[in-house]
């Protein structure tokens, strides 16, 4: 049966939303009718991703900022309500950056990147956000991850900086509740052909048992993570607030915590890294 959702006449923001899962996130909602746009450093991901999306049909424009920096998160969201000619309805942050690497192979500034990104990026967009979220109905999705709660060696920087980006979304399920606004996260299982897989399973042989690890037995798609976030931001998920939802086949019950030890032993040889 072929999913689908009715998101014409809805205004979506996807920051990070130039390749890979938030890329998936915004085809899935460009596909769907609503007026969708990207944000990422590189104009080059942008202009390539706006393309993508105006293929699908979609009215699409992008802009280009680092989530570190408040001052240009808060012009490119102003920018995206004057193309949007109204609020924003789904805000999806997803922003993110990953290394593999063990506490002692990071620098400070390694670290920093990080939890820069991932965590106070997600701060910067939820506080210049706020006042240009339909209110109330607004939808506000944060991309997590499964380092946010399974404590992942290699994943120090990742795992602490989603566990806050989670209490960012449950934080704040309270504080705009009043306003009419959900905020969510989905964490995403190991999904197909990412950047994020290349870094975290970087050979054929670990990329095949973490697919064996998963309980449905497959690797998810970024269209997997779209349905969810449709799902979420539809009249379906109408009285969902507060979650962290894991989209992942079932990974996080178990076979990530012992797939991914195996996969920290590789990258000890790898890397020379390691106790
Ligand atoms: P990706 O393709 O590298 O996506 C990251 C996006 O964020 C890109 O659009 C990137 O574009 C943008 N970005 C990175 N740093 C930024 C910054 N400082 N400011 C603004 N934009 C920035 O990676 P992905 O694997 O699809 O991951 C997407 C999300 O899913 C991340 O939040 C990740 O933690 C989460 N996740 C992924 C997996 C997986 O299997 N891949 C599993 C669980 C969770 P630019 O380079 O142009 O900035
Ligand atoms: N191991 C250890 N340290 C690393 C590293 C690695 N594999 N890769 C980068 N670093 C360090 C750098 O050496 C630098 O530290 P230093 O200044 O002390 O030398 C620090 O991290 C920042 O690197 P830099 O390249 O200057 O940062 P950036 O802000 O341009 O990029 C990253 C941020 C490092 C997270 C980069 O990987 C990135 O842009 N990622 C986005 C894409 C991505 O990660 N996708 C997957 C999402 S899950």
Not at 170 to 191: C, K
Request: with cysteine; charged share 15%; proline share 4%.
């Amino acid at each position: 049966m072929t999913m689908t959702f009715d998101f014409s006449g809805k205004n979506v923001f996807v920051a990070g939303g130039t390749s890979g899962i938030n890329f998936g996130v915004a085809q899935g909602f460009a596909r769907w009718g609503a007026k969708v746009v990207v944000a990422s450093r590189k104009q080059d991901k942008v202009d390539a991703a706006v393309q993508g999306l105006k293929d699908l049909g979609a009215e699409a424009t992008g802009f280009a900022f680092d989530v570190r920096d408040y001052e240009a998160v808060a012009a490119g969201l102003k920018g995206a309500v004057d193309f949007f000619g109204g609020s924003i309805d789904v805000l999806i942050s997803g922003a993110a950056g990953n290394f593999p690497a063990r506490l002692m192979g990071m620098s400070p500034n390694a670290i920093k990147s990080v939890v820069d990104i991932d965590l106070l990026g997600t701060f910067h967009v939820m506080r210049a956000a706020h006042e240009h979220l339909t209110q109330p109905g607004a939808s506000v999705i944060n991309i997590s991850a499964p380092q946010a709660y399974l404590p992942m060696a290699y994943q120090a920087h990742v795992c602490a900086a989603k566990a806050g980006v989670d209490m960012v979304t449950r934080t704040l399920a309270i504080e705009w509740g009043g306003d009419g606004i959900r905020v969510n996260s989905i964490v995403p299982g190991p999904i197909a052909g990412t950047e994020g897989m290349a870094r975290l399973a970087p050979t054929p042989d670990i990329l095949s048992a973490v697919e064996k690890s998963v309980p449905l037995g497959r690797l998810g798609q970024t269209d997997d993570i779209a349905k969810a976030a449709a799902m979420l931001s539809s009249d379906a998920g109408a009285y969902i607030s507060g979650v962290v939802l894991p989209v992942d086949g079932g990974w996080s019950q178990e076979g990530a915590t012992s797939v991914m030890s195996k996969a920290a032993k590789f990258m000890d040889k790898m890397t020379g890294q390691g106790s």
